[in-house]
């Protein structure tokens, strides 16, 4: 279940010739059983990352770090709630 977009941004992938714009949502399994899959032309892996991990897989700078990082902000919020 889609939960709360956390973020957005756009880029240009120039080996593909494109413009993209990309929103980041939180989500939420709707039970354990689900497998999660990724489209094969957009992405090719995905890892599980704690605070840390996420600190020191993505630059300084990158978006996709700026998303993570609010992800975790996110959930800060929630369960503090």
Not at 7 to 19: E, P, R, V
Request: charge should be negative.
């Amino acid at each position: 279940m889609v939960k709360d977009a956390i973020h957005a941004f756009t880029y240009i992938n120039k080996s593909k010739n494109t413009h993209s714009v990309e929103v980041d949502f939180m989500v939420e399994m709707a039970d354990d059983t689900q497998v999660i899959q990724l489209n094969p032309y957009d992405h090719s892996e995905y890892k599980f990352v704690d605070l840390k991990g996420a600190l020191e897989l993505w630059p300084n700078g990158d978006e996709e770090k700026v998303a993570v990082l609010r992800g975790f902000e996110w959930i800060k919020l929630v369960n503090n709630r």
